[in-house]
């Protein structure tokens, strides 16, 4: 009676340290997750802060300012991509940068001073003509 006793309490014993070990894990894997998240979003909150910097500054010089800036090709090993909208009626423009093939699926806009023209990686010129700016020779806005 007392081996088949140590033998249940045992087996018991390990099928809790089991359970705890497993939700442990769990619990460590969910934070771990959500870190690089945190991390990820404040990589795309920068880039647009130096993005943002950009076109500010050129908002603000007198006409004929032009500047070439250079936009990486990957956040960290990450692919992104990066465009500019432009609302129908409107004195802002609104930047979009967004994750592709990553965890994080969803896009972050930004308001930015209104601009004609497209983004890209790698470098980027933006110019101040007829108190317009111009980003890459203008186009889509």
Do not use: W
């Not at 033998?7 to 809790?16: K, N, T, Y």
């Not at 939700?23 to 909150?45: G, H, S, Y």
């Not at 300012?65 to 991509?81: C, D, G, H, I, V």
Request: overall charge neutral; hydrophobic content about 45%; proline content about 3%.
């Amino acid at each position: 009676m007392k081996k088949a006793q140590s033998s249940l309490e045992v087996a018991i014993l390990l099928g809790f340290m089991l359970f705890v070990f497993v939700t442990f894990l769990a619990i460590a894997m969910t934070r771990l997750v959500e870190v690089q998240k945190n991390k990820d979003v404040e990589l795309i909150k920068d880039l647009a802060t130096v993005i943002t910097s950009e076109i500010n500054l050129a908002f603000t010089q007198e006409e004929g300012y032009l500047r070439t800036f250079e936009l990486p090709q990957a956040l960290k090993s990450k692919n992104y991509t990066v465009k500019v909208e432009c609302p129908i009626v409107s004195n802002y423009s609104v930047l979009i940068l967004q994750y592709q093939d990553h965890i994080i699926d969803s896009e972050f806009p930004f308001i930015i001073p209104k601009v004609n023209g497209t983004l890209s990686k790698g470098a980027n010129t933006i110019t101040k003509t007829s108190n317009a700016l111009l980003l890459n020779g203008g186009g889509s806005c």
